[in-house]
C-alpha cells in the first residue's frame, strides 16, 4: 500500500475533484448493484412471484387453520389437527416440504391430483373431510402456486395421526363409491353474464376459500346438500353450529350490507358490533383478513347474489 507523505486532510481530494470522486463512488456502487441485477437469472423473479402469489392463495384457501394444530403449539402446517365429524375424529396431515413425513416428494402433479380429484401419491383416496370436493374447482396454476410456497417452508418432521373413526368410516377403499355417488371433478366455469368482480368472488368461495364446506348442510352420508347451498347448519365442522349466509331476511344475512359483508371479513366484526368466534374466527385471523379489499368485496357480491333461503339461523 502507497501511504501519503503529507498529513492525510492534505491528500484528500478538494472541490471539484472532491465531487468528481464522490460522485464516481456512488455511481461505482450503482454500477455493480445492477450487474447484480442483470446477471441474475430471471426464473429467480418468477419463482419469487410465483412463491409471493401462492401465500396469498394459501391464506384464500384456509390452509393455516386446518394443517397447524394451535392448541398443542404444533408447527404451522405440520399438521395434526383434529376434525371432530358424526363419524369420529380426522387430523389433518403435515404439507410441509419435509421428504419423509411431509410432501417433500411429490411432484406437481401428485399436488394437482391430490388437491383436485382426492387421491394420494400412492392411489389411494383422501376422505372427502379434506375438501377436495371444492378445490377441484381451482385452476391449475393457483394450485402449483400454492405447492411452490408450501416448498419454499423449512421442513418439519412431524408424522401424520390416523382417523380415530368408527368402522367403515376410516375405510379408504369406501370412498371411491362414494366419489362415484358424490363427487364431481373440474374447474371453476365463469358465468359470462356476469362481470369479471362478480366472477372472482365467485371463484373465491366456491373453489379457494371452500365457504360452502362448512356453510351448507350435509346429508347422512357426510356430503353436501347443495339444495340448501350456504343456508348453515347446527352440525358444522367440529359440532359448531354454522351461519345461514344467504341473503335471506329471516334466517340469512339478508339485511347486510355489501360493505358490511366486506367488513365483517376484513375485521370479524357483525353491523350488530358483535365479534365472530370459533372457526369463522379462525378463518378470518388465519386467513380471509389478510385479502385484498377488492377480493373481499367481491365475495361480498358473490353472496349477496345467492338466492335467498330460508333455512338454519345462528342468530
Given at each position: 500500500?502507497?501511504?501519503?507523505?503529507?498529513?492525510?486532510?492534505?491528500?484528500?481530494?478538494?472541490?471539484?475533484?472532491?465531487?468528481?470522486?464522490?460522485?464516481?463512488?456512488?455511481?461505482?456502487?450503482?454500477?455493480?448493484?445492477?450487474?447484480?441485477?442483470?446477471?441474475?437469472?430471471?426464473?429467480?423473479?418468477?419463482?419469487?412471484?410465483?412463491?409471493?402469489?401462492?401465500?396469498?392463495?394459501?391464506?384464500?384457501?384456509?390452509?393455516?387453520?386446518?394443517?397447524?394444530?394451535?392448541?398443542?403449539?404444533?408447527?404451522?402446517?405440520?399438521?395434526?389437527?383434529?376434525?371432530k365429524?358424526?363419524?369420529?375424529?380426522?387430523?389433518?396431515?403435515?404439507?410441509?416440504?419435509?421428504?419423509?413425513?411431509?410432501?417433500?416428494?411429490?411432484?406437481?402433479?401428485?399436488?394437482?391430483?391430490?388437491?383436485?380429484?382426492?387421491?394420494?401419491?400412492?392411489?389411494?383416496?383422501?376422505?372427502?373431510?379434506?375438501?377436495?370436493?371444492?378445490?377441484?374447482?381451482?385452476?391449475?396454476?393457483?394450485?402449483?402456486?400454492?405447492?411452490?410456497?408450501?416448498?419454499?417452508?423449512?421442513?418439519?418432521?412431524?408424522?401424520?395421526?390416523?382417523?380415530?373413526?368408527?368402522p367403515?368410516?376410516g375405510?379408504?377403499?369406501?370412498?371411491?363409491?362414494?366419489?362415484?355417488?358424490?363427487?364431481?371433478?373440474?374447474?371453476?366455469?365463469?358465468?359470462?353474464?356476469?362481470?369479471?368482480?362478480?366472477?372472482?368472488?365467485?371463484?373465491?368461495?366456491?373453489?379457494?376459500?371452500?365457504?360452502?364446506?362448512?356453510?351448507?348442510?350435509?346429508?347422512f352420508?357426510?356430503?353436501?346438500?347443495?339444495?340448501?347451498?350456504?343456508?348453515?347448519?347446527?352440525?358444522?365442522?367440529?359440532?359448531?353450529?354454522?351461519?345461514n349466509?344467504?341473503?335471506d331476511?329471516?334466517?340469512?344475512?339478508?339485511?347486510?350490507?355489501?360493505?358490511?359483508?366486506?367488513?365483517?371479513?376484513?375485521?370479524?366484526?357483525?353491523?350488530?358490533?358483535?365479534?365472530?368466534?370459533g372457526?369463522?374466527?379462525?378463518?378470518?385471523?388465519?386467513?380471509?383478513?389478510?385479502?385484498?379489499?377488492?377480493?373481499?368485496?367481491?365475495?361480498?357480491?358473490?353472496?349477496?347474489?345467492?338466492?335467498p333461503?330460508?333455512?338454519?339461523?345462528?342468530?
Amino acid at each position: 500500500m502507497i501511504e501519503c507523505p503529507v498529513p492525510a486532510a492534505a491528500c484528500e481530494p478538494r472541490g471539484d475533484a472532491a465531487l468528481r470522486h464522490r460522485v464516481g463512488a456512488i455511481g461505482a456502487v450503482f454500477l455493480i448493484a445492477l450487474l447484480g441485477v442483470v446477471a441474475r437469472p430471471a426464473s429467480s423473479f418468477a419463482d419469487e412471484a410465483l412463491v409471493a402469489r401462492g401465500a396469498y392463495l394459501v391464506r384464500a384457501g384456509g390452509c393455516v387453520s386446518c394443517h397447524t394444530d394451535k392448541k398443542a403449539k404444533g408447527e404451522t402446517f405440520a399438521g395434526g389437527r383434529g376434525l371432530k365429524t358424526p363419524f369420529g375424529t380426522y387430523y389433518s396431515p403435515n404439507i410441509t416440504p419435509d421428504r419423509a413425513t411431509g410432501i417433500g416428494t411429490w411432484t406437481d402433479e401428485d399436488f394437482l391430483r391430490a388437491l383436485k380429484r382426492g387421491i394420494s401419491p400412492a392411489g389411494e383416496h383422501y376422505f372427502p373431510v379434506f375438501p377436495y370436493t371444492t378445490f377441484t374447482k381451482m385452476r391449475d396454476q393457483d394450485a402449483l402456486a400454492i405447492k411452490a410456497y408450501l416448498f419454499s417452508l423449512a421442513p418439519v418432521s412431524r408424522s401424520n395421526r390416523a382417523p380415530n373413526v368408527w368402522p367403515p368410516f376410516g375405510w379408504r377403499w369406501t370412498i371411491g363409491p362414494w366419489k362415484w355417488l358424490y363427487f364431481q371433478a373440474g374447474d371453476f366455469t365463469p358465468d359470462p353474464n356476469r362481470d369479471a368482480s362478480w366472477n372472482r368472488g365467485a371463484y373465491l368461495v366456491e373453489a379457494l376459500a371452500h365457504c360452502g364446506e362448512c356453510h351448507t348442510p350435509r346429508n347422512f352420508a357426510g356430503a353436501l346438500d347443495r339444495t340448501l347451498w350456504m343456508a348453515g347448519t347446527k352440525d358444522g365442522p367440529e359440532g359448531q353450529a354454522v351461519a345461514n349466509i344467504t341473503p335471506d331476511l329471516d334466517t340469512g344475512i339478508g339485511d347486510w350490507s355489501a360493505d358490511e359483508i366486506t367488513f365483517f371479513l376484513k375485521q370479524g366484526t357483525k353491523p350488530d358490533y358483535e365479534r365472530a368466534d370459533g372457526l369463522m374466527a379462525e378463518a378470518i385471523e388465519d386467513g380471509l383478513g389478510h385479502l385484498r379489499d377488492p377480493d373481499l368485496a367481491a365475495i361480498a357480491r358473490y353472496i349477496m347474489s345467492l338466492p335467498p333461503t330460508a333455512h338454519y339461523s345462528t342468530r
